[in-house]
DNA sequence: GCGACAG
DNA sequence: ATCTTGTCGC
């Protein structure tokens, strides 16, 4: 797919105030409520025909998830000064197609900006996919950025597409309370701070903690995970989402796969 | 000046 | 993100 507003596609050689300018008006533009065609409780890792087949021979004969939303998961892996976009699709638990792309890097690392440094390889990559996805899992924050504009958001108004944004660490925002040892399944609030200039109130909510997994016992602790919305999602829907696919991992199915994904184009590109 | 800081 | 062996626990 293509982007559907080629004007916020990221410029890797614009000036720092130019690209804070542009995530201002993608956060102006992103919807931050759900906006999607798809069934939420739909959404599974599991394939729901194999769990069918038992009474339902129908379904055994010839598996279809013709009905069932499709979801990718994005991830970028790196080489020198190269980016490796890559993106799994599912629909009904299962893969019907993996897209990536190797673009050169043209702008470093810097918190708050990152969709200017890996936005060519994840567009790249969409511009390889065939299939029209229901729904983008990235690698990173979403609304939970000082500018409400997080890779996320980037990428799913960019291509009008239902995205939320699922990092290991967080970028701004405050936890409503401690998220030490959270037993899975909790999730607590991540309201803006100060760092959250567009923010109307500090205290809105920008996010969750999401506990996705945690041992049962030991003196051995998981962290959580952080999940905005991205686009065309509320933060609600979003963390329910993102547990749906999770199912016992600490990521969601798609992110994981992806990212295997990722180092398995890393090893093979080898030129 | 000090601390924070997605991937 | 990436460079990397062993190791603790289910």
Do not use: W
Request: with cysteine; glycine share 8%; aromatic share 6%.
């Amino acid at each position: 797919m293509e982007p559907a507003r080629p004007a916020f596609v990221p410029d890797p050689s614009a000036s720092r105030e130019t690209m804070e300018t542009l995530q201002r008006e993608i956060a102006a533009t992103a919807t931050f409520s759900d906006d999607f065609g798809f069934d939420p409780a739909a959404v599974s890792t599991a394939d729901t025909h194999t769990l069918d087949a038992i009474t339902d021979d129908r379904t055994a004969t010839s598996p279809s998830h013709d009905d069932q939303p499709i979801v990718v998961g994005v991830d970028q892996a790196f080489l020198d000064d190269r980016a490796v976009g890559a993106i799994v699709a599912f629909r009904g638990g299962e893969v019907i197609e993996r897209a990536h792309a190797v673009v050169d890097l043209e702008f470093p690392y810097v918190p708050g900006l990152l969709s200017f440094r890996e936005a060519g390889a994840i567009l790249a990559a969409f511009e390889r996919l065939d299939v029209e996805p229901d729904l983008a899992v990235f690698d990173g924050s979403g609304r939970i950025h000082y500018r409400e504009a997080g890779l996320a958001t980037h990428m799913g108004v960019t291509l009008d597409l239902p995205a939320v944004g699922v990092a290991k660490g967080l970028l701004c925002g405050a936890p409503q309370r401690s998220l030490d040892d959270l037993s899975e399944g909790t999730r607590v609030a991540i309201t803006a701070d100060d760092s959250v200039e567009t923010a109307d109130d500090t205290d809105t909510v920008i996010g969750y903690a999401l506990q996705t997994r945690q041992y049962d016992s030991g003196n051995r602790y998981i962290n959580p995970v952080y999940v905005s919305a991205g686009h065309r999602v509320g933060s609600e829907t979003a963390a329910d989402l993102v547990e749906r696919l999770c199912n016992g991992y600490k990521l969601p199915e798609p992110t994981r796969l992806a990212d295997s994904y990722a180092d398995e184009v890393k090893r093979d590109h080898d030129d």
